[in-house]
T-cell receptor, first 112, second 110 residues
Framework: EAQVTQNPRYLITVTGKKLTVTCSQN?????MSWYRQDPGLGLRQIYY???????DKGDVPEGYKVSRKEKRNFPLILESPSPNQTSLYFC???????????FGQGTRLTVV | SQQGEEDPQALSIQEGENATMNCSYK?????LQWYRQNSGRGLVHLIL?????REKHSGRLRVTLDTSKKSSSLLITASRAADTASYFC??????????FGAGTQVVVTP
């Protein structure tokens, strides 16, 4: 089954404690991206990757890092989380930049 | 910055009625897509319309695109309670970046 898998689904952490949200896709997609969703703001892109070892900033990259060492995986790293990063995060992949995007189920992060 | 902006923000209708929501955007696009999100879950792709297309159908969905007005509409015909969800438009710009609007919350009551 074609899918994008994020882990964990829920996470509560404290300010400053480094965390990683994993994302994996089984569709051999080249393009992957991370979004955060906040009430009234829709989805905002954090980072995207057009292929292995190729990543670039989206609209709200501050406070986040990503890596793309393998085609299937695109982890999101928060080196020093802060309360304003409390949000619902989605990973997505697509076969090209202009195609249909497949989304993971989301990670609800709370930073206290 | 948001490109797609949906209107209305919320819509409440009864089963069997049609639901129409609109999307406006600001710059040139390669295509426009509509997605659906059930509460707190991942987005599911509904339909994609390319910049050189004017109308597209998929089951009970009808999408129109007017590039001169930089707007699109999504029509759900004969709505069902299961159509209750948030609907997002997303534009793919010339750089290939997918940008979402804030969404329209649709509630369909039996």
């Amino acid at each position: 089954e074609a899918q994008v898998t994020q882990n964990p689904r829920y996470l509560i952490t404290v300010t400053g404690k480094k965390l990683t949200v994993t994302c994996s896709q089984n569709m051999n997609h080249e393009y992957m991206s991370w979004y955060r969703q906040d009430p009234g703001l829709g989805l905002r892109q954090i980072y995207y990757s057009m292929n292995v070892e190729v990543t670039d900033k989206g609209d709200v990259p501050e406070g986040y890092k990503v890596s793309r060492k393998e085609k299937r995986n695109f982890p999101l790293i928060l080196e020093s989380p802060s309360p304003n990063q409390t949000s619902l995060y989605f990973c997505a992949s697509s076969s090209g930049q202009r195609g249909e995007a497949f989304f993971g189920q989301g990670t609800r992060l709370t930073v206290v | 910055s948001q490109q797609g902006e949906e209107d209305p923000q919320a819509l409440s209708i009864q089963e069997g009625e049609n639901a129409t929501m609109n999307c406006s955007y600001k710059t040139s696009i390669n295509n426009l897509q509509w997605y659906r999100q059930n509460s707190g879950r991942g987005l599911v792709h509904l339909i994609l319309i390319r910049s050189n297309e004017r109308e597209k159908h998929s089951g009970r969905l009808r999408v129109t695109l007017d590039t001169s007005k930089k707007s699109s509409s999504l029509l759900i015909t004969a709505s069902r309670a299961a159509d209750t969800a948030s609907y997002f438009c997303a534009v793919t710009d010339s750089w290939g970046k997918l940008q979402f609007g804030a969404g329209t919350q649709v509630v369909v009551t039996p």
